[in-house]
């Protein structure tokens, strides 16, 4: 078999297998053209009709019946963009974010029992594979994979030990940062509710380089904390990995919305939070790390 085919056969094989020519993609309403829209529209909070095209390399006209499908049914809404009442910005409705959270846990449920099918070295084996796929069609080159993984022993006194180091080192701030850390993690550790909260440490070649945490505020608040990156790590888009993961569990755990406390000196993450769909709605000046600050609270609507 020359490799053109090699390639067309590996394509028929995995269409069929995760299922893209259902016409209900893991079991939701939606063939998988409307799914991919749905998710991207809700990931990315507002988005024009341009903007998906070409991220999705979508005809124009396709695009355009897909949305209007998907309009008719209440999933989708458009609203003139304040820079231009030509474009449209898009987002989800009520109805649409409801859609959004299902298909998330859905496909999350999919690829679990697919994933639980295969011994644990044959599931790193085909995710190295489908990562090798992806960096040689990029063009990217080869870099070392980095993993998320559920916090284990131990984890907590280096998601401590990191904070302080880091922004000693970075910032300047004083022993009242590194116990405010030491506090957060006590708490969780001796709170967790395992259902509705988690934590994710970024591993790379087996050490980690990177914590975020999602925690219990009320019954419809979450609370996003502790993104860290090691600076090794830094440059190849784990901060907003972080951040992604953790928007979509409190999601798929019914929070209406996600709540974060940062600093306004902290450029790189206060960019993410941006770009995520957080919104800046309170500032207060404040010295509890030994230095004067300007701390910012963001939200972002689920």
């Given at each position: 078999?020359?490799?053109?085919d090699a390639v067309r056969r590996f394509n028929r094989f995995?269409?069929?297998?995760?299922?893209?020519?259902?016409?209900?993609?893991?079991?939701?309403?939606?063939?998988?053209?409307?799914?991919?829209?749905?998710?991207?529209?809700?990931?990315?909070?507002?988005?024009?009709?341009?903007?998906?095209?070409?991220?999705?390399?979508?005809?124009?006209?396709?695009?355009?019946?897909?949305?209007?499908?998907?309009?008719?049914?209440?999933?989708?809404?458009?609203?003139?963009?304040?820079?231009?009442?030509?474009?449209?910005?898009?987002?989800?409705?009520?109805?649409?974010?409801?859609?959004?959270?299902?298909?998330?846990?859905?496909?999350?449920?999919?690829?679990?029992?697919?994933?639980?099918?295969?011994?644990?070295?044959?599931?790193?084996?085909?995710?190295?594979?489908?990562?090798?796929?992806?960096?040689?069609l990029n063009g990217e080159k080869p870099a070392a994979e980095?993993?998320?993984?559920?916090?284990?022993?131990?984890?907590?006194?280096?998601?401590?030990?990191?904070?302080?180091?880091?922004?000693?080192?970075?910032?300047?701030?004083?022993?009242?940062?590194?116990?405010?850390?030491?506090?957060?993690?006590?708490?969780?550790?001796?709170?967790?509710?395992?259902?509705?909260?988690?934590?994710?440490?970024?591993?790379?070649?087996?050490?980690?380089?990177?914590?975020?945490?999602?925690?219990?505020?009320?019954?419809?608040?979450?609370?996003?904390?502790?993104l860290l990156v090691e600076p090794r790590a830094r440059g190849?888009?784990?901060?907003?990995?972080?951040?992604?993961?953790?928007?979509?569990?409190?999601?798929?755990?019914?929070?209406?919305?996600?709540?974060?406390?940062?600093?306004?000196?902290?450029?790189?993450?206060?960019?993410?939070?941006?770009?995520?769909?957080?919104?800046?709605?309170?500032?207060?000046?404040?010295?509890?790390?030994?230095?004067?600050?300007?701390?910012?609270?963001?939200?972002?609507?689920?």
């Open positions: 078999m020359n490799r053109v995995y269409t069929q297998h995760v299922g893209a020519l259902h016409t209900s993609f893991v079991g939701s309403p939606f063939p998988l053209p409307e799914a991919r829209l749905v998710y991207e529209i809700g990931r990315r909070s507002e988005t024009s009709a341009s903007e998906l095209g070409r991220d999705l390399d979508l005809d124009l006209g396709y695009l355009s019946r897909l949305l209007q499908s998907l309009r008719r049914r209440g999933i989708v809404q458009g609203k003139p963009a304040p820079s231009d009442a030509r474009t449209s910005l898009l987002s989800l409705t009520d109805k649409g974010r409801k859609s959004f959270a299902m298909l998330d846990e859905r496909s999350r449920e999919h690829v679990t029992a697919m994933l639980a099918r295969l011994p644990n070295g044959r599931r790193t084996q085909l995710v190295g594979a489908m990562q090798a796929i992806e960096t040689l980095i993993t998320l993984r559920p916090h284990r022993a131990g984890d907590m006194g280096w998601v401590v030990q990191a904070h302080g180091r880091l922004y000693a080192e970075e910032r300047g701030w004083g022993a009242g940062f590194e116990a405010l850390v030491a506090g957060i993690t006590k708490f969780f550790l001796e709170n967790l509710d395992p259902s509705r909260e988690r934590c994710w440490i970024a591993e790379l070649d087996g050490e980690p380089v990177g914590s975020v945490f999602v925690v219990k505020s009320s019954d419809t608040i979450a609370k996003l904390r502790l190849n888009g784990l901060g907003r990995r972080l951040v992604d993961e953790s928007i979509a569990f409190a999601r798929a755990k019914g929070y209406r919305k996600l709540v974060l406390w940062t600093q306004s000196n902290l450029v790189p993450a206060r960019r993410i939070y941006k770009a995520a769909g957080f919104a800046l709605v309170k500032k207060q000046r404040h010295q509890d790390f030994g230095v004067k600050l300007n701390g910012e609270y963001w939200e972002l609507a689920l």
